[in-house]
């Protein structure tokens, strides 16, 4: 994955992850039998350890909701940091690995409802949001980004950060904006 995202898909040839590796390229291709397969593959165990690092997180201590919002924009910014933005333009080439991504982030859905329910109820939140929408917005945001290359105008990063500041300071109250001060 780290090969994928710093020099893109196209790039990396199996000759390349088999060298990495150390295996012979006919045993790659015996437990993968191409590489939108490794994809695949790789992103849900990326997607995997993202989450254990963020369940590791919180049971760590009890965190409110700007801290773990918070710590999963760090996580973001570290992944974009070493993702060249090649990778997000060509991994929407395999239908396979755009299927599961569409997928991982719908059943993330409903964790992200509750997660801003609790934070309204809390007083981090605005109530009275509709956040399907607010959530909707931002995917079509993301896709703008994407189809009108404007990574390549910016940095992936800037672009993220920005986009993400706008939105948490708009969804949030006072209060959550003023533990946002103290945690950035």
Same mark, same amino acid.
């Given at each position: ?73 760090? $996580? ?28 991982? #982030? ?30 909707? $917005? ?5 896709? #703008?980004? $994407? ?20 939105? $948490? ?16």
């Amino acid at each position: 994955m780290r090969q994928f995202k710093e020099r893109g898909v196209r790039n990396v040839k199996m000759d390349d992850i088999s060298a990495i590796i150390g295996i012979s390229k006919r045993t790659l291709y015996e437990i993968y039998e191409n590489k939108e397969e490794l994809l695949l593959e790789g992103l849900k165990f990326v997607q995997e350890q993202k989450t254990r690092e963020l369940r590791e997180f919180l049971s760590a201590k009890e965190r409110n909701e700007i801290e773990v919002m918070v710590k999963f924009v760090k $996580m973001q910014m570290e992944d974009l940091n070493e993702t060249n933005p090649l990778f997000y333009v060509e991994i929407r080439r395999y239908k396979s690995v755009v299927n599961f991504m569409v997928d991982y #982030h719908e059943r993330k859905r409903q964790n992200k409802m509750e997660f801003l329910r609790k934070g309204v109820e809390h007083g981090y939140f605005v109530d009275g949001l509709n956040y399907d929408i607010v959530h909707d $917005m931002g995917n079509a945001i993301i896709n #703008h980004v $994407m189809e009108t290359k404007l990574y390549e105008r910016f940095p992936i990063q800037e672009i993220f950060h920005n986009y993400v500041s706008v939105l $948490m300071r708009g969804y949030c109250t006072d209060k959550g904006i003023a533990e946002l001060k103290k945690l950035f």
